[in-house]
């Protein structure tokens, strides 16, 4: 493809699609929150991980690198609300352009990447503890890991490489875009594509099977549970809740306005109101799923007593102690054994029971 750069100058046919003042005035101040938000508390989770709690877990692992992932996302923001604030006039140059819209993707492939190999670490932990020790190492972890910064990363570049400066005539603004030209679409709506199903879809069927699958077996398991730990199993349930339900907010509207875009990418969707619709749509939507690197460290990390309690010991400046460092785990990982022995405990019960039948 041609690599488009500073200086192309682009018509475009509505040429005040998705201009409004609501949007230059908000739009800067979410990304503003975002970035604040994020900064502080993928932070505390890198912090409080490296200082307290120690890469000894998979969890561990798959958590700092999410941590790491969104912390480099959320540097991005303030470029992109100044992008906003100023009315779509980029001037921070065409490498930056391309940097900082490679860096959104990258970030959209490698933290939902990293929350699926977290969910399906969840439910190896949960369900087939005995079973998954052998392969829930943190060699195996740190190998999946570098997997999906490769990956990411590879699915990004065409993002970065498409991306260019451009001088809109009819409005005189230098916009950070891609050129939807017609020789190119074909290969423009296969990379929305790709975002579409490697990026959502299949992440999505991946997570939420997995918390169906813990859920089940954490169910299946409460009449074989202590009283005394039913509340802990709920809070489980709760917690595995939260983090399906944030993830499916936090994506699909982006996701149903960027299926629109890819609409009026092959023309067809042409209409200038619809258009100015999704115009005005996608920078919202942009920032809920933005949103997402904030509450991150919230879900998977701010949860577990542990994680708490460093937290606290962080912001006391508290010295390193053997007896401190805790393990990161989550309600989860505290019954994923009671959980599991109570399964093995009825299958082994219906086992004999077919045993004794037999020799009599």
Known sequence: MENLTSGTSVLLHCNTSGRHTIIFTLIPVVYGCNFVLGIVGNSMVVAIIYCYMK?????????LNLAVSDLTFVLTLPMWATFTAT?????????LCKASAGLVIFNLYTSIFFLTALSIDRYLAIVHPMRSRRRRTLLYARLTCVLIWIFAFVLSVPTAYTRGVFQIENSNDTVCGIWHRSEHIGLLVSLNMLKSVLGFLVPFVVIIT???LIGRALLG??????????SRDDEVLHMLAAAVLAFFVCWVPHQVFHFMDMLAMLGVV????????IDTAMPFTICISFFNSCINPLLYGFVGNNFR??????????P???????ILSSKMSALSYRASEALRLNSSKKASARQTSNEK
Do not use: M
């Open 210 to 212: 997995c918390y169906c």
């Open 221 to 230: 398991a409460r009449s074989r549970i202590q009283r005394s730990t039913r």
């Open 320 to 326: 390193d102690s053997r007896a401190g460092h805790a």
């Open 270 to 277: 042409e209409n200038c109101r619809v258009l100015d619709i």
């Open 87 to 95: 009315g779509y006039h980029w001037p921070f140059g065409s490498f």
């Open 309 to 318: 309690r460093n937290l606290l010991r962080l912001l006391r400046c508290a």
């Open 55 to 63: 890469l000894k877990t998979v969890a561990n692992v798959f958590v």
